[in-house]
């Protein structure tokens, strides 16, 4: 059965960075999709970047591609997402997720596999 377990979290104040790691096992996520999303309070959940398998470019969304970064080693099972110069408003759970096949797509409800969530609080 696959697993996806991030950590990484934690509080820090706005403009800090912060890395979070995303274990997988159970399954080879080397040719899936894999990205992470956030959910804030009362908001839906976000895409906030993803990368496909064999590819070594990481796709962000706007709000966060100078900042933000998605990276993935598939030989430790690990996927990486970077963030520097945090921001208040990012406060959120951020979930660690992979597809079945290899494509990159902004619903949640189109992702297979999720991690329980890291909490990332940002205080200003």
């Known amino acids: 059965q696959a697993r996806l377990v991030e950590s990484g979290g934690g509080l820090v104040q706005a403009g800090a960075s912060l890395r979070l790691s995303c274990a997988t096992s159970?399954?080879?996520?080397?040719?899936?999709?894999m990205g992470w999303f956030r959910q804030a309070p009362g908001k839906e959940r976000e895409l906030v970047g993803a990368?496909?398998?064999?590819?070594?470019?990481?796709h962000m969304g706007d709000s966060v591609k100078d900042r933000f970064a998605v990276s993935r080693d598939d030989p430790r099972n690990t996927v990486y997402l970077q963030m520097n110069n945090l921001k208040h408003e990012e406060t959120a759970v951020y979930f660690c997720?992979?597809?079945?096949?290899?494509?990159?797509?902004?619903?949640?409800?189109?992702?297979?596999?999720w991690g329980q969530g890291t909490q990332v609080t940002v205080s200003s």
């Open positions: 997720a992979a597809r079945g096949r290899d494509t990159i797509v902004i619903t949640p409800a189109l992702w297979d596999f």
């Open positions: 159970g399954r080879a996520f080397t040719n899936s999709a």
């Open positions: 990368m496909l398998g064999g590819e070594d470019r990481a």
